[in-house]
């Protein structure tokens, strides 16, 4: 891949304020858990216990559920959802998975997953 084309692959993903709305949704009902908002990758992430769990990327967020889990394959079944690339030259990170904002009513429940896996 030449510079050009790594500079395109790794550009920061701008976000909607509807992706930003439903991601500050996510933050302020985790934040009783121990749950800061931070930067990751950078993105704007949910961190816990200074370790990243979830971020925003575009009009996706993507949550660290660990690849063997239960709540990892029914999030790549999600219309849309993949492993998250956030280099965007296919070495995406096996445990982390991204889900775009149609599907953002599962973003609740898959940010408390990834805090659960996080936390461990």
């Not at 575009?58 to 029914?74: I, T």
């Not at 956030?86 to 995406?92: D, E, K, L, T």
């Not at 445990?95 to 936390?119: I, N, R």
């Amino acid at each position: 891949m030449d510079d050009a084309a790594m500079t395109n692959a790794m550009k920061k993903k701008e976000s909607s304020a509807a992706a930003v709305d439903a991601f500050e949704g996510v933050a302020a009902d985790l934040s009783g858990a121990g749950v800061a908002l931070g930067q990751t990758f950078g993105s704007r992430a949910l961190m816990v216990n200074s370790k990243a769990m979830a971020c925003l990327n575009g009009e996706a967020m993507a949550f660290k559920l660990g690849r063997d889990s239960p709540h990892h394959s029914r999030a790549l079944e999600l219309p849309g959802a993949q492993l998250f690339d956030p280099s965007g030259m296919g070495r995406p990170f096996k445990d982390w998975v991204e889900v775009p904002t149609t599907s953002a009513d599962a973003w609740p429940s898959l940010a408390e997953a990834a805090l659960a896996f996080t936390s461990s």
